[in-house]
């Protein structure tokens, strides 16, 4: 289990002056910067669960795993894992940890990838039954056969996150940390490596917690999501809750037949509702209307019956507001408007 208690963060940097004057003067001046990343942010998560760490650039994703996995230590607050605190036991908590940063390698360049994990080998202590057992494993979910005798250097962006991915989790860990683990892959390396996340998840009922920007890994992987802004906490629940939520938005698209009549259709004031709350769109070259409202002050089939009262409908789609769409909302405006 992961306990974080109101765990803040704060970076202090001296005060920068604009120019060449100014790069001398901050020489000589004591005057600070505080940067608060993380602000008074709690939570728990059990064990085997897979839970979706997301905000937007410079939310304090990056800053909140560091302190989870002991590279940092909180201003303020801590976080126990298993019981251990991980800046205080850094030892002790790397062998329950396993961490991948998608940014950068933690393996070594100039080596070949078997002698990579050879050394993690032997600096986790893994027995030559264990390793066996385990290098099965992971070659079968991450087909690291393919480039095992290669320099990491040499590597794809795909190939080095197996790889790193791989090294992560030689030991058995029962915690895997991983920032952005998709960055920058294509769509099949993308999918492999979240159907290793999910087998190895099943499988050893590791815990995983996971940055991300790529709305896909959350769909795919995360039953759970922690949403930060600016260092707080403005969310913590199922993924379902927050569609239901803020996803209450529909959207009715129809082809007309003949678009003439539209110019009659007032739908807000047929289905007495504000304009805020059904909004219509007409694409006069595909001759397609597009009506979005709120699904929970209008119904689906009024809207098709005002339409087809006045014209004649050749197709429809129905669209539910997509996730992405929900988070970017969310990004830009904070939670309370993300429904409006
Ligand atoms: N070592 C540091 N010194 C000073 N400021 C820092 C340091 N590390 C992070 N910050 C600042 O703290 C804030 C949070 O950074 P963090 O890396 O945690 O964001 P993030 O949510 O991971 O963003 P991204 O999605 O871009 O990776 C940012 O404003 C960043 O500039
Ligand atoms: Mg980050």
């Known amino acids: 289990m992961i306990e974080v208690r109101h765990v803040s963060k704060e970076f202090v940097s001296p005060k920068k002056y604009p120019g060449l004057k100014g790069a001398i003067k901050g020489l000589f001046s004591t005057e600070k910067v505080v940067k608060k990343a993380v602000e008074d942010i709690s939570f728990t998560i059990q ?3 897979i839970v979706g760490y997301i905000g937007s650039n410079g939310a304090g994703k990056s800053t909140t795993i560091k302190m989870m996995t002991g590279i940092m230590r909180p201003t303020s607050g801590e976080c126990i894992v298993n019981g251990i605190n991980p800046s205080a036991q850094r030892k002790k908590n790397a062998q329950e940890i396993g961490v991948v940063f998608g940014q950068r390698t933690q393996l070594w360049w100039d080596l070949p990838l078997s002698e990579s994990f050879t050394i993690l080998k032997e600096i986790y202590n893994v027995s030559d039954k264990d390793y066996t057992e385990r290098m099965k494993f992971l070659n079968q979910v991450l087909q690291l056969d393919d480039f095992f005798d290669r320099p990491v250097r040499t590597l794809s962006l795909g190939q080095r996150m197996r790889a790193d991915l791989g090294a992560a989790l030689l030991h058995n860990p029962r915690v895997l940390y991983l920032d952005e683990p998709t960055i920058g892959l294509d769509l099949v390396v993308k999918d492999n490596i979240r159907a290793a996340i999910k087998e190895i998840n099943e499988k050893y009922q590791t815990t995983v917690i996971l940055t991300t920007h790529d709305i896909g890994d959350i769909e795919e992987l995360c039953s759970r999501i922690i949403i930060i802004d600016e260092g707080k906490k403005i969310y913590d629940g199922s993924l379902e809750e927050l569609k239901d939520t803020y996803g209450t938005r529909r959207t009715v ?5 003949s678009p003439k009549e539209i110019v009659e259709l007032d739908l807000p004031g047929k289905l007495g509702v504000t304009e805020q709350t ?9 001759k397609v209307l597009s009506v979005s409202f709120d699904k929970h002050k209008v119904q689906v089939p009024q809207v098709l019956g005002a339409v087809m009262e006045l014209t004649e409908v050749s197709d429809i789609q129905i669209q539910e507001t997509q996730l ?17």
């Open 47 to 49: 064990d085997g669960e």
């Open 253 to 257: 698209s129809m082809e007309i037949k």
């Open 278 to 286: 059904c909004k219509v769109a007409f694409d006069e070259e595909r």
């Open 324 to 340: 992405a769409e929900i988070v970017k909302e969310i990004y830009n405006h904070g939670l309370n408007q993300a429904d409006s």
